[in-house]
C-alpha cells in the first residue's frame, strides 16, 4: 500500500518561512519523481514543485527563488522549504508521485501565511 504522510503545515507571517516533509511508504521511493501541489481556497490545484529521481528540480514560476524541493532517498522523504512567504501561498499542500497512470497523493497540510 501506497502512503505519503505530510508534516503538519502551520501560520507564518509574511516573510517567514516553513519547512514541508512527505514520509513516503510502499513504493521503492529512489526510483520515483516526486512533487508538491497546492490548492488555495476556491480555486484548483496546481503544480508547486518537483524533484526527478536524478535530483533535477523545477519550479512553478510563482515560487521560483523562494522555494526549494529536496529528498533524502535513505529517510523516503521529500521536502519542501518555503521563504519569503506571501499570503498568497496559502492553501492546502499536498505531496505526490506516480506509478504507471496511477497518482499517489498525501492528505494534504494546510498553510496560512497571514499577519
Known amino acids: 500500500q501506497v502512503r505519503l504522510v505530510e508534516s503538519e503545515g502551520g501560520l507564518v507571517q509574511p516573510g517567514g518561512s516553513l519547512r514541508l516533509s512527505c514520509a513516503v511508504s510502499?513504493?521503492?521511493?529512489?526510483?520515483?519523481?516526486m512533487g508538491w501541489y497546492r490548492q488555495a481556497p476556491g480555486k484548483e490545484r496546481e503544480w508547486v514543485a518537483g524533484?526527478?529521481?536524478?535530483?533535477?528540480?523545477n519550479y512553478a514560476d510563482a515560487v521560483k527563488g523562494r522555494f526549494t524541493i529536496s529528498r533524502d532517498n535513505a529517510k523516503n522523504t521529500v521536502y519542501l522549504q518555503m521563504n519569503s512567504l506571501k499570503p498568497e501561498d496559502t492553501a492546502v499542500y499536498y505531496c505526490?508521485?506516480?506509478?504507471?497512470?496511477?497518482?499517489?497523493w498525501g492528505q494534504g497540510t494546510q498553510v496560512t501565511v497571514s499577519s
Open positions: 505526490n508521485t506516480q506509478r504507471g497512470s496511477q497518482a499517489y
Open positions: 510502499g513504493i521503492f521511493f529512489s526510483s520515483y519523481t
Open positions: 524533484i526527478t529521481v536524478g535530483g533535477t528540480t
